[in-house]
């Protein structure tokens, strides 16, 4: 059997000792973390609109959150101060003509996203009811 050597150049040599520096280093990299089912696993899930699913909080009885749980982790951000046009919680003048289109159109409207209102108001894991209850709390003391 022959064996045949390799006469590198001096670049050769040294893109031969990167590569070989790389390729070892990564090795001990990939020993010292963990196994790989955990370094490759999903860090999150993305929902579409078809699979909105309650997240399970202090609600009811069956999961879904109360509408000021909702207000406070979706809808404040932009409903406190007015942003971009959205309608100030409690405020009767900005809540007049969309409360005379009825709760329908107003649910409807958040959930399809409306002017600069993002698809759900921009919690793609709330329900419908919980969207409907969110606009409830806005609503409740005009």
């Known amino acids: 059997m022959t064996v045949k050597v390799l006469k590198l ?3 050769n040599k040294f893109l031969a000792l ?3 520096v790389a390729i070892a280093s990564g090795v001990a990299v990939a020993q010292d973390s963990g196994s790989l ?5 999903p860090s999150g899930r993305v929902l579409m609109a078809g699979d909105v699913a309650a997240t399970p909080g202090a609600g009811d009885s069956n ?3 109360a509408g000021d749980q909702v207000y406070n982790q ?3 951000a932009c409903h406190a101060g007015g942003v971009l046009g959205a309608p100030k919680v409690n405020d009767a003048g900005d809540w ?4 005379g289109q009825g709760m329908e159109t107003l649910v409807r409207h958040t959930i399809e996203g409306f002017n ?3 698809p759900r108001g921009g919690c793609a894991n709330c329900s419908d009811e919980e969207i409907e209850s969110a606009i409830e709390y806005m609503t409740s003391e005009l």
């Not at 089912?37 to 696993?41: C, F, G, L, P």
């Not at 007049?96 to 409360?99: C, E, P, S």
Request: glycine share 12%; charged share 35%; hydrophobic share 45%.
């Open 37 to 41: 089912e955990d370094r490759i696993k």
């Open 116 to 118: 600069a209102m993002p």
């Open 96 to 99: 007049a003509d969309r409360l």
């Open 18 to 20: 990167v590569a070989g």
């Open 63 to 65: 999961g879904a959150r």
């Open 9 to 11: 150049g001096k670049w």
């Open 74 to 76: 979706a809808c404040a």
